[in-house]
């Protein structure tokens, strides 16, 4: 008769819910201690032994029973940053990002406090949970807990023995630079020392309570001390860390804040309570000694904490109890007149810290969503489905709308009026990403051809034919379900209508049954009433003396011959339509005439930067097939002919110029792939001075820095998009290169940047060229147009992602391809209804890579709501985090980041209070409650505002943040899940006899064992953790050695041993790459070498070495925020 500890009994109520398999929606309640419980009562009886359905245990690791419809992001993306220092330089170890020799503050070491205690636990035949890793054995939650405390807690691994934080400088080539940092951040409280902190967790009184032996019955008095222990002396002063004097709360009226009427002598909940998440609801567990062997933590509705059993004549106190008559003080009371002084007076609580395994795990999530919705069919026949997380493996059956690989929005059950969305703060937003990749057994959307007379479109607001436009007088014309308009269906198009009022063709046309299909596009979708020629590549190669000494003009050189066979191609097709171009640079530019009728090719140079022009037409853009030898030959001699260059300075804005030129002489679209080294100093157009001051980083200063200089690249990039020419920089540098001013013309164009601090051939060659090998091979679409079109009601607003809109409507991408994904914003327009519900129709013109133009189409249907329960069980957490992070990278252009982040703070608490108020509010105000499918809220928007992208200090260089914001603003929701909250997998748990991948742990060093190894990946960066006692046998079969101390750290390979852990480590690293948009090169990290503070820097759950808060340290600084808000 059990189905999970979030079973709530009785009717539901407002935001309250019964679970069953058609309602996915549940509320996680914890307590002040961090552990979860069960529902508060509204009132109980003393006495009672309870234990049913809505019974949960406290103290055992929370469960999540129902299939979530939420989850929190998955694993990471590919370009890792870093880069050593300059020669002569003294690294600075005491960096996370390995400075050079300055006084620095590194991330804060790891205390050695008291571990927590643990009591035994008892089970009852009631719970139906398991118990925890320890087996009997329970952390103690007690009152007076120190959040500042950095005392390491039991968090069911092994935990590592004395931790330590050593700094250092990061990998050689990671991107970030070594800098100071600073102290100016801002945001939440970084710990419990902190202003605004919640420092008391369950104290708010040590006043003893009345000896009635009755239970208190207020509500406040009920959900105050939910889940505390009583093993530890409670009349005690309480420890210095609580951040109150020991009776300030005593025979006072409570703060309004503590949300107890003013004569509750317990004074309500205290702030610092955590969370719990739900209606009031559920069974009052049974109660049970307190103190003695197999003693349970109290619950709401029983007796406060410190009160014990009801005392009678000759029964002893408990302790920290005022004594019965004619008996002496227990331990920790002040005597009475005449007694002796009690036991342990002068003893003082030992400071506890939460326990983050009773906090919302992100891992628990993302696995109760594998389990319950992992590797079935997700149908999208029904209205407002929530689709799977983006971590769950599943199969897409495309019935009417996209798939969520294409397109997600942060919530599938639409407010009627804009007035819910005012109060609940909620973001109405959709991620597009319509040319993603497809796993095996999904197909492409299907292409349909209309013919001369091209696609069938409303008359009034051009929506095209899709599954949702209703068919009336007998097919002879249809209603628009965008604006209600009525358009006769031309007479080739027409068919009759069926029983059901369906044509009869339904299922044997696409734009009729499915949610993505592509029409082929009519001249009148042509620019000049022309069908488009194919595209082309043009590769544009740095040849000054950097660019040679690093090896990498020769090593691309080499490579290009092998990647030129895998230019994308139409499916079916033998050999791609693409044609190829090449030119290379220092101060001048070198044109290449590589016709198929040559025998060698030959070179035309373009002396005036000034005034650039094409000197050539035929010749310059061939298909590799017709002249394939005079490519090669050329590729062979360039490494020649500037291999003695001592050409220093460079240019950028006349290349950019050439290639545009070239393309529009060949009346095509096409991408430019620029490979360049340094600041574009030269005496040219587009040139820049070094502006570099990292000091503002972080500051209101700091968008002099992230914007551009200039406005010529910005100007150039939209010519580019006129003209169909997209840009991808791929970066070599050693200095500061202006990278928020040069990398307008990748990102306005669709285009993608690429960046190889330090850049070695031999060291970063096969990052460098495997990141080239897919931008080359991907799917692409150029000389894009996309338009989205809503039902009445609500419109598109704010877009975010690298493109350019000439109008408010238009969003113009000169390539897009399966890795970029634009955000829009939906805002409302009128009211909604339910009975109709809302449509979303994305449609994307572009030309193919075999030079066909059509229109790609994506429909999504969902539904509206007029009570935010509703609202709030069909969010998506993943993509609301998409949103929101995108929203912040673009306000720090023209923003202070101590607003962005305190908007994001403020943001999210206004969500989680509308909810706390709409939706459970039975519950006390003590509990922190949150909705099961946002319950990591809180977890993520504090990893946005940690994140390099967001958080700026110093300690990176104006060149990475810059990369870091554009990276962020073209992500699609995978890439940004695993971006913001890293993927860490214990490799030593690998099982040699399959090939399953150990459970992923969450993201902190109190999980890491030092007999442990562990890879971690966000997408653009990859570390393998090397404890120092990892066993013997495993380091030999994957390392090579007889001990981690002897591991080669300086190797980013694996050896090719072959073994079964061998095989499959390498298999891991390899698979991890490859779902990646980015090759992320790998390092190694041994336990307290240099490098290990980098590697701490991603486990995003704890302290950031900026002083950013912890995960419990947020929760709990949230908590407060939402309690301002109620009150």
């Known amino acids: 008769m059990s189905s999970g500890p979030y079973m709530n009994q009785g009717p539901p109520g407002p935001g309250q819910y019964n679970y069953t398999a058609q309602n996915n929606q549940q509320n996680s309640y914890y307590n002040n201690a961090g552990q979860s419980v069960g529902p508060p009562q509204q009132k109980t009886v003393a006495g009672t032994q309870h234990g049913g359905p809505g019974f949960y245990q406290p103290g055992l690791q929370p469960r999540m029973n129902g299939p979530s419809s939420q989850g929190p992001p998955q694993g990471p993306t590919g370009q890792q940053y870093g880069q050593p220092p300059p020669p002569g330089q003294q690294l600075n170890q005491s960096s996370p990002y390995g400075g050079y020799q300055q006084p620095s503050r590194g991330p804060p070491q790891q205390n050695s406090q008291q571990p927590p205690q643990r009591l035994p636990y008892q089970p009852t035949s009631q719970t139906s949970l398991p118990p925890s890793s320890g087996e009997n054995q329970m952390t103690t939650q007690m009152g007076g807990m120190s959040l500042g405390s950095n005392q390491p807690g039991m ?15 990061p990998p050689s080539n990671m991107g970030y630079s070594q800098g100071l940092p600073t102290s100016n951040t801002v945001g939440p409280p970084p710990s419990s020392q902190a202003p605004g902190s919640i420092h008391r967790m369950g104290m708010a009184n040590s006043r003893p309570p009345p000896m009635t032996g009755q239970p208190p019955t207020s509500n406040t008095q009920m959900g105050m001390y939910n889940n505390q222990r009583t093993n530890a002396p409670m009349g005690a002063p309480p420890n210095s860390m609580m951040g109150a004097p020991p009776n300030s709360m005593m025979g006072a ?9 003013p004569n509750s002598m317990m004074g309500g909940a205290p702030v610092g309570q955590l969370y719990q998440g739900g209606p009031a609801t559920g069974q009052t567990p049974p109660m049970s000694p307190v103190g003695g062997p197999g003693a349970r933590p109290q619950y709401a509705g029983m007796q406060n904490p410190g009160m014990g059993p009801p005392m009678g004549p000759g029964m002893p106190p408990g302790p920290g109890m005022p004594p019965g008559p004619g008996m002496p003080p227990g331990p920790g009371m002040q005597p009475g007149p005449g007694m002796p002084p009690g036991q342990g007076m002068a003893q003082q609580p030992a400071p506890r810290r939460l326990d983050p395994d009773q906090m919302p795990s992100p891992i628990q999530v993302i696995e109760d969503d594998k389990k319950n919705r992992g590797n079935e069919q997700f149908m999208t026949n029904s209205r407002g489905l929530v689709p799977p997380l983006v971590t769950t493996q599943f199969q897409v059956i495309d019935q009417g709308n996209a798939s969520p690989r294409m397109i997600r929005s942060t919530m599938y059950n639409l407010p009627c009026t804009q007035d819910m969305i005012k109060q609940s703060q909620l973001p109405m937003a959709v991620v597009a990403c319509p040319f993603s990749e497809l796993p095996e057994g999904e197909f492409p959307p299907p292409l349909v051809d209309h013919g001369p007379n091209g696609p069938i479109r409303c008359n009034r607001c051009k929506a095209y034919m899709c599954p949702f436009m209703q068919f009336v007088d007998g097919g002879r014309r249809f209603q628009c379900n965008f604006c209600n308009c009525v358009t006769e269906v031309p007479p080739e198009y027409f068919q009759p209508l069926d029983h059901m009022r369906k044509r009869v063709d339904m299922y044997e046309r696409a734009e009729l049954s499915l949610g993505a299909y592509e029409f082929l596009a009519t001249t009148d979708y042509c620019k000049n009433n022309e069908f488009p020629k194919p595209p082309a590549f043009i590769f544009m190669i740095d040849v000054t003396y950097q660019s040679i000494k690093t090896g990498m003009v020769d090593l691309l050189c080499k490579e290009l011959k092998t990647i030129l066979d895998q230019l994308p191609r139409e499916h079916g097709n033998k050999e791609s339509a693409i044609r190829v171009g090449f030119v290379t640079y220092n101060s001048t530019l070198h044109f290449y005439n590589i016709n198929s009728a040559l025998a060698q090719p030959q070179m035309l140079v373009v002396s005036d930067v000034h005034d650039v022009f094409m000197p050539l037409l035929d010749g310059f853009l061939v298909k590799v097939s017709d002249s394939r030898a ?10 020649e002919m500037f291999a003695d260059t001592r050409e220093t300075e460079s240019m950028l804005g006349p290349v950019v110029q050439a290639g545009l030129e070239a393309l529009k002489a060949a009346n095509c679209a096409g991408k430019l792939f620029i490979f360049h080294t340094s600041l574009p100093i030269a005496d040219a157009p587009g040139k820049l001075k070094n502006r570099d001051d990292r000091k503002l980083l972080g500051t209101e200063k700091e968008k002099t820095l992230l914007s551009p200089q200039t406005g010529f690249y910005t100007k150039l990039g939209q010519d580019c998009v006129a003209a169909g020419c997209s840009v991808d920089l791929f970066l070599f540098p050693n200095a500061y290169t202006d990278l928020a001013t040069i990398g307008q013309v990748s990102s306005l164009t669709g285009g993608q940047c690429y960046k190889y601090t330090y ?9 460098f060229l495997q990141d080239l090998n897919r931008n080359v091979k991907r799917p692409i679409a150029f000389d894009a147009v996309m338009r989205v079109r809503t039902s009445t009601g609500i419109r598109a607003t704010d877009f975010h992602g690298n493109f350019f809109m000439s109008n408010t409507v238009d969003v113009e991408l000169a390539s897009i391809d399966c890795d970029k994904a634009v955000t829009f914003e939906i805002k409302h327009d009128d009211k909604l209804s339910e009975e109709n519900g809302a449509y979303i129709q994305v449609a994307v013109l572009y030309t193919s890579v075999s030079g066909q133009r059509r229109l790609r189409v994506l429909n999504l249907s969902m539904n509206c709501c007029s009570q935010m329960a509703d609202m709030y069980r069909s969010c998506e957490t993943d993509t609301i985090i998409n949103f929101l992070s995108k929203h912040a990278m673009k306000a720090s252009l023209t923003s202070n980041p101590k607003a962005i982040r305190e908007g994001l703070v403020n943001r999210t608490a206004q969500i989680l209070a509308c909810y706390r108020k709409n939706c459970a509010n039975q519950s006390s105000q003590g509990q922190l409650i949150l909705p099961e499918c946002m319950k ?8 946005i505002i940690k994140s390099d992208a967001l958080q700026g200090s110093s300690e990176i260089m104006t060149d990475d943040r810059s990369w870091l914001m554009q990276a962020v603003m073209s992500m699609d929701v995978p890439s940004s899940h695993v971006y913001f909250y890293p993927r860490l997998l214990p490799l030593h748990e690998l099982n ?34 090397i404890g120092l006692h990892v066993p013997q046998d495993w380091v030999q079969q994957v390392f ?13 390979k694996l050896l090719q041993i072959d073994n079964k852990i061998s095989n499959q480590v390498r298999s891991i690293v390899d698979d991890v790459r490859k779902k990646r948009p980015r090759y992320m090169k790998l390092t190694l990290v041994r336990q307290r070498d240099a490098l290990e503070g980098w590697f701490r820097h991603f486990l995003v759950e704890d302290k950031g070495s900026n002083a950013t808060a912890s995960y419990v340290d947020f929760l709990c600084h949230m908590h407060k925020e939402i309690r301002n808000l109620l009150t």
């Open 992 to 1025: 040699p006899d399959s090939n399953v991948l150990p459970v992923a742990i969450r993201c902190s060093a109190d999980r890491l064992s030092d007999t442990g190894v562990y890879l971690l990946e966000n997408g653009l960066s990859l570390f393998i953790w």
């Open 759 to 767: 850049f070695q051939a031999s060291a970063e060659g096969e990052r």
């Open 1040 to 1052: 090579g050695v007889n001990s981690a101390a002897q591991i080669n750290i300086e190797s980013q």
């Open 155 to 169: 968090m069911g691994g092994p935990r590592m023995q004395n931790p330590v934080r050593p700094q250092g400088p």
């Open 630 to 639: 005079v490519i090669d030959s050329l590729l062979d001699q360039i490494p």
């Open 253 to 261: 009226p409570p703060n309004s804040m503590m949300g107890a009427p």
């Open 936 to 943: 990591l809220l809180p977890l993520y928007c504090n990893c």
